[in-house]
């Protein structure tokens, strides 16, 4: 009859993780989806090619990008099968599947999905984590 404190935070993550929706950052509507990416994964900036989608809490793409190179990373403008990680900015709609940068999520899945490609979808909060 009780939610026990881990019960709460894997129901927490489930709502979350299921509607894009972070009541903990504040911003409640536009989140993108986080169920594409790999949650997982630890990012590699040294050498590694990077695309980026979507709307960006951290400003314009163009700054993103600018952290990303200054660090070591390349920058593709394309998802292709090159690139090491898809970047979704966290104020991306969390309707993606309906949106242009959907276009580049969905080749993304597909490459690594049914290709079998090491391609890494990651949220622009794992791309920060890795920044030093």
């Known amino acids: 009859g009780k939610i026990t404190p881990a019960e709460s935070e894997i129901l927490h993550k489930a709502l979350v993780d299921f509607t894009g929706c972070d009541l903990e950052s504040g911003v409640v509507d536009g989140l993108s989806t986080k169920l594409p990416v790999d949650s997982d994964t630890m990012v590699v900036l040294e050498g590694s090619t990077f695309c ?3 709307v960006f809490l951290a400003g314009k793409r163009s700054h993103v990008e600018d ?3 200054k660090n070591g990373g390349l ?3 394309n998802v292709t099968k090159k690139i090491n990680y898809l970047v979704i900015g966290t104020l991306s709609s969390r309707d993606w599947k309906f949106s242009s940068h959907g276009r580049k999520i969905e080749k993304a899945i597909a490459y690594r999905d049914d290709e079998g490609v090491e391609l890494e979808i990651i949220s622009e909060e794992m ?4 920044l030093p």
């Open 67 to 69: 952290m990303v190179t």
């Open 52 to 54: 980026l989608t979507g």
């Open 75 to 77: 920058i593709s403008g």
């Open 127 to 130: 791309l920060f984590s890795a």
